[in-house]
C-alpha cells in the first residue's frame, strides 16, 4: 500500500523585519495583560457555559425521566384493558388479584387506585343494577350526573371497607370526569382528567391536586371506525387515578438548585399548578419551558436555576486565570518572535493547501471519469462519478462504496478493501462491473491508492467508464471464435478432399480392373457374385466420395440462376409423399425473393438432409416448420454458427427448418456439422457435414437455434449478390 501523499510548506525564506525595541516590548507587555484580562473573561463565560451544560443536561434527564414515567403509567392501562379481551366479565377477586400482582400502587409511585366504570345509558339503568345485584349481592348507582351515559364505579383497588361506599358512584355526576370519559370513548385513547381533588380512597387525598386517567374498553369485535359507531360499542373504560404532585415529586428527584414548576395547560397560571420543586431562587438565570402531550393534555413543564447551577467548586477558576495571565506576559514577549515565525509559515502553508484543492476541484469538476474518497462509505464524489454511476451526487455522499459494485464482483471488493485497511499490499488497478439503479450494468477500470486527507485515512479512486470498450472486446472475441471455427472447418473440408481425391483415384483402378475381369471370365463363372459384391461396395464408395466432396466444396457445381422458393416446393411434395400419418411438414414461403445464384441438385441435396434430420428427431410424430424470408446482414448481426470466412455482408435470403423434437444437447449442437460425427447407431456423419461444405461453397451462413424440450431450428442464409460479387 501506498503511503499517504504528505504535503509540504514551500521553501520560500521568511523576513522577519528589526529586532524587537523596548516599546514594542512594552507593547507585548500592554497586549499580555489585555490577554490576561480576556482570558479571565473566557474563564467566567466557560464557567456559565459549563453551568448552562449541566443546566441542559439536568433538564434532559429529567425529560427522560418524565417520559419513562408516563409510559410506564400508559402501561398499566393496556395491561387493564388487555384483562376485557380475554374475559368480558371480570370479577372483584380477579381485579384484586391483577392489580397485586402487577404490584400497581408499589411499583407507581403517585398512583391512589385503579378501576373500571361501566358505561350505559340510562334507560337500561335497572337492568344494570338488577345485574350487579345478582352478582355482588347488593348494588345500587347513586349521585348520578348528567350525559348520555351513566358511569357506575364496579371494581376498584384498593379495596377496603373505606372504599366500599365508591361501588356504584356515577363519576359522570364530576364534570371533569365527565367530559375525560366521553374524549376517551370517542377518540378511543386515553384521555387524562383537568386537576381534580380526588374523592377520597384513604385519608389525605383531598390535600393534594389530582388526576385521572381513562382508557376505554369496548365490546370485542364491535365495529369502532368513528366516534358514533365507538359510543355504540363502548363496554366501560378502565381508570388509574393519581397524586400529581407526588407522581411528579418520584419521578423528577428534582436537583437541589433546579426549580421545576409542572403546570396543566399551556400557560404559566399558577391555579393549574401540579408539582413546585421549590419556590422561586433568588437569581432565575438559566431557564427552559418543555411541554408532554398526556391523554390528550399539554403539560407545560418549567425549569429555573441560578448562574451558579452544579459550579460552585469552579468559582475561583478566573482569578486563577487572571494571575497565571500575568506571570505568563514576560514570557510571552520573548515567544512573540518565535510565534511571528510560526504564523507566517501556517499562513504559507494553509495558502498553499487552499491552492492544491483548489486546483484538485478544479480537475474533478471537470474531468470524464470518476473521482471518489471513501473508507467505508463515500467522503467525496465529482460529477463524473454521478453520471458514471447512475446515481446523484448528494445520494452517493455516505452510500457504502460496497453497495455500487456488481454482487457478483463484491466480494473480491470487499476482499481488497478489507486488505487495504489492513496494511497489506493489493494491485492499484483493477476492472470490475457496477450496479446502476435502473439494473444497467457499467464495466469500470478503477486505479486506487491510500491517502490523508484531513487527518482521516481513505482510499483516493479515480475510474474509467470501459463498457463500450469491453461489449467492444466481447464482440470481437465472438467473430474471432467463429472465424476459428470456420477456418477450422474449412481445414478439414481440405483435409476431406484431399482424402476424396485419392479415394476416388483407388476406386478408379478397383472399378477398372474390376471390369477386365468380368470380360476375361466366362458369365457362368462361380466368381461372378463376389465380382457383383464387389461392384456394388466400389458404387457405394463412391457415393461416399461424392459426399465428402460436398463437405470439401469440392464437388461439381452446375452454377445458376434459381428461385428458391421452387427449390423447396419440389423438395416438400417428394418428402410429404413418403411420410407417416403423424408427421406433417408446413410450408411457409415468402413472396417476391430475389433469384440467388446456385447448384439445384446440392442445394435440394442440402435441403433433403436438413428435413430428413428433423423428421428423425420426432420419430412419435410431430411438425416440420420450413420457411423462407429476406433480411440484411452486416457486422454486427453476423451471428451465423457456421459461415464461409469469405463471406460478405448484404442482402441475405434465409431458408429455415425446425421441428418440433427434444433438442439438442450443447456438446451435440456443437458437433453437428463434423464429418463422421452422428448421433445414431448406424450412420456415416457425412449428411450435415456435407450441408456445411455446400453452404461454405455457395458464400453462405449456417445458424443453429436449440431449445431443450422444444426443438431446433436451423436456418441457411444465401448471399443475393452471385460469387462474382454482383447483384441479380
Not at 254 to 268: A, E
Not at 452 to 462: I, S
Not at 500 to 526: V, W, Y
Not at 683 to 708: D, F, Q, T, Y
Amino acid at each position: 500500500m501506498n503511503d499517504p501523499p504528505v504535503v509540504q510548506a514551500a521553501s520560500t525564506p521568511l523576513r522577519l523585519g528589526n529586532p524587537l525595541l523596548p516599546r514594542q516590548a512594552l507593547a507585548v507587555l500592554v497586549a499580555g495583560v489585555l490577554v490576561s484580562a480576556g482570558a479571565w473573561g473566557l474563564a467566567h463565560r466557560l464557567l456559565r457555559q459549563k453551568a448552562q451544560v449541566l443546566f441542559k443536561a439536568e433538564v434532559d434527564r429529567e425529560e427522560e425521566s418524565l417520559a419513562g414515567r408516563l409510559d410506564q403509567n400508559m402501561e398499566v392501562l393496556r395491561a387493564a384493558q388487555s384483562l376485557f379481551d380475554v374475559d368480558d366479565e371480570i370479577s372483584a377477586a380477579e381485579w384484586e388479584a391483577f392489580a397485586t400482582r402487577f404490584g400497581v400502587r408499589k411499583r407507581q409511585d403517585g398512583m391512589r387506585s385503579i378501576g373500571f366504570v361501566a358505561l350505559i345509558p340510562p334507560e337500561q339503568r335497572a337492568a344494570f343494577e338488577a345485574g350487579q345485584a345478582r352478582r355482588l349481592g347488593r348494588f345500587r348507582i347513586h349521585d348520578l350526573g348528567p350525559g348520555p351515559f351513566i358511569a357506575p364505579l364496579t371494581l376498584l383497588h384498593p379495596w377496603s371497607a373505606e372504599t366500599r361506599g365508591l361501588l356504584g358512584l356515577d363519576l359522570c355526576s364530576l364534570d371533569a370526569n365527565r367530559a375525560a370519559i366521553l374524549r376517551a370513548v370517542d377518540s378511543g385513547e386515553a384521555v387524562i382528567t383537568d386537576p381534580l381533588h380526588l374523592t377520597s380512597v384513604s385519608a389525605g387525598d383531598q390535600k393534594h391536586p389530582g388526576v385521572v386517567i381513562y382508557a376505554p374498553v369496548y365490546r370485542r369485535g364491535a365495529p369502532i371506525e368513528d366516534p358514533e359507531a365507538r359510543r355504540r360499542a363502548v363496554k366501560g373504560a378502565v381508570f388509574t387515578s393519581y397524586h400529581a404532585d407526588e407522581l411528579l415529586l418520584h419521578t423528577l428527584r428534582v436537583h437541589p438548585q433546579l426549580r421545576v414548576m409542572v403546570l396543566d395547560g399551556p400557560t404559566h397560571d399558577p391555579a393549574r399548578m401540579l408539582f413546585e420543586s421549590r419556590p422561586q431562587p433568588a437569581e432565575r438565570y438559566f431557564h427552559f419551558d418543555s411541554a408532554h402531550q398526556v391523554g390528550g393534555r399539554i403539560w407545560s413543564i418549567h425549569y429555573e436555576a441560578p448562574r451558579t447551577f452544579g459550579v460552585d467548586g469552579d468559582v475561583h477558576a478566573p482569578p486563577l486565570v487572571l494571575s497565571a495571565g500575568l506571570l505568563l506576559t514576560l514570557l510571552l514577549a520573548g515567544l512573540t518572535r518565535v510565534l511571528a515565525i510560526r504564523r507566517l509559515q501556517e499562513e504559507r502553508l494553509l495558502s498553499e493547501l487552499t491552492e492544491s484543492e483548489a486546483r484538485f476541484r478544479a480537475v474533478a469538476e471537470t474531468t470524464d471519469g470518476a473521482i471518489l474518497l471513501y473508507w467505508d462509505t463515500i467522503s467525496y464524489a465529482n460529477p463524473g462519478a454521478a453520471r458514471i454511476l447512475g446515481i446523484d451526487r448528494e445520494a452517493l455522499i455516505g452510500m457504502p462504496a460496497l453497495d455500487l459494485i456488481h454482487p457478483e464482483d463484491r466480494a473480491i471488493a470487499g476482499e481488497t478493501l478489507a486488505a487495504r485497511k489492513a496494511g497489506e499490499e493489493r494491485p492499484r488497478r483493477w476492472e470490475f462491473r457496477t450496479l446502476r439503479p435502473d439494473g444497467s450494468v457499467r464495466w469500470v477500470d478503477l486505479t486506487a491508492t491510500t491517502v490523508l486527507f484531513q487527518g482521516q485515512r481513505l482510499v483516493l479512486a479515480t475510474a474509467l467508464d470501459i463498457t463500450d470498450r469491453i461489449a467492444a472486446e466481447q464482440a470481437r472475441g465472438d467473430i474471432e471464435q467463429k472465424l476459428f471455427e470456420a477456418r477450422r472447418m474449412q481445414s478439414l473440408g481440405l483435409i476431406a478432399g484431399g482424402l476424396s481425391h485419392d479415394f476416388n483415384n483407388l476406386i478408379t483402378a478397383i472399378q477398372g480392373n474390376l471390369s477386365c475381369a468380368e470380360l476375361e471370365l466366362p458369365d457362368d463363372t462361380p466368381a461372378r457374385p463376389f465380382l457383383d459384391h464387389i461392384r456394388g461396395a466400389c458404387l457405394r464408395a463412391t457415393e461416399l466420395t461424392k459426399a465428402m466432396l460436398a463437405y470439401a466444396g469440392d464437388a461439381h457445381f452446375r452454377w445458376q440462376r434459381l428461385e428458391l422458393n421452387a427449390l423447396v416446393q419440389d423438395v416438400v411434395v417428394h418428402a410429404l409423399s413418403d411420410l407417416p400419418p403423424e408427421q406433417d411438414i408446413e410450408v411457409s414461403l415468402a413472396e417476391g425473393l430475389p433469384s440467388l445464384e446456385g447448384d439445384p441438385d446440392q442445394l435440394a441435396h442440402a435441403l433433403r438432409e436438413l428435413v430428413e434430420n428433423a423428421l428423425e428427431a420426432m420419430p412419435r410424430g410431430g411438425k416440420v416448420k420450413v420457411a423462407t424470408g429476406l433480411q440484411p446482414v452486416d457486422l454486427a448481426t453476423l451471428d451465423f454458427d457456421f459461415f464461409n470466412p469469405d463471406t460478405t455482408v448484404g442482402a441475405c435470403i434465409w431458408l429455415s427448418i425446425a421441428d418440433s423434437g427434444p433438442g439438442m444437447e450443447a456438446e451435440v449442437q456443437r458437433h453437428m456439422f463434423d464429418p463422421f460425427f452422428s448421433t445414431k447407431f448406424a450412420g456415416r456423419g457425412l449428411g450435415l457435414a456435407s450441408v456445411h461444405g455446400i453452404m461454405r461453397s455457395h458464400l453462405g451462413g449456417i445458424r443453429v437455434e436449440c431449445w431443450p424440450g422444444k426443438g431446433t431450428r436451423v436456418t441457411l442464409f444465401f448471399p443475393v449478390h452471385g460469387r462474382d460479387g454482383a447483384s441479380p
